[in-house]
């Protein structure tokens, strides 16, 4: 069965960097991506990443401070955090879907579109 397993999260000072992990099994998707939910907020998608071409979405509140990739050999998803701030604390949730279609797009940072979530794992930025 699919199972999706984060680590890597923990307490950072603002302006620093966590690197948070997912581990992919059971099936291989196309699009990844990370959520993340602060208390009393709506989860919301930070970063997507294609697989096949390798094509990443972010949001605009993270770009340029976050990174997707993915690591094809681990099946493992990567979100590298710098220059972090206090509204980057959340609980950070990788997602997987298989789309048929190549690249990332709006809907890959939707979480309705995702039917496969990991565990979570809560980050907090001070």
């Known amino acids: 069965h699919v199972q999706l397993v984060e680590s890597g999260g923990g307490s950072a000072l603002a302006g620093g960097s966590v690197r948070l992990s997912c581990a992919a099994s059971?099936?291989?998707?196309?699009?990844y991506s990370w959520f993340r939910q602060a208390p009393g907020k709506e989860r919301e998608g930070v970063a997507a990443?294609?697989?096949?071409?390798?094509?990443?979405y972010y949001l605009n509140s993270v770009e340029g401070r976050f990174t997707i990739s993915h690591d094809n050999a681990k099946n493992t998803l990567y979100l590298q955090m710098s220059s972090q701030k206090p509204e980057d604390t959340a609980i950070y949730f990788c997602?997987?879907?298989?789309?048929?279609?190549?690249?990332?797009?709006?809907?890959?940072?939707?979480?309705?579109?995702?039917?496969?979530w990991g565990q979570g794992t809560q980050v907090t930025v001070s």
């Open positions: 997602a997987a879907q298989y789309t048929g279609i190549s690249g990332c797009y709006s809907t890959s940072l939707d979480p309705a579109t995702f039917d496969y």
């Open positions: 059971g099936y291989t998707f196309n699009t």
């Open positions: 990443i294609d697989t096949g071409d390798g094509s990443t």
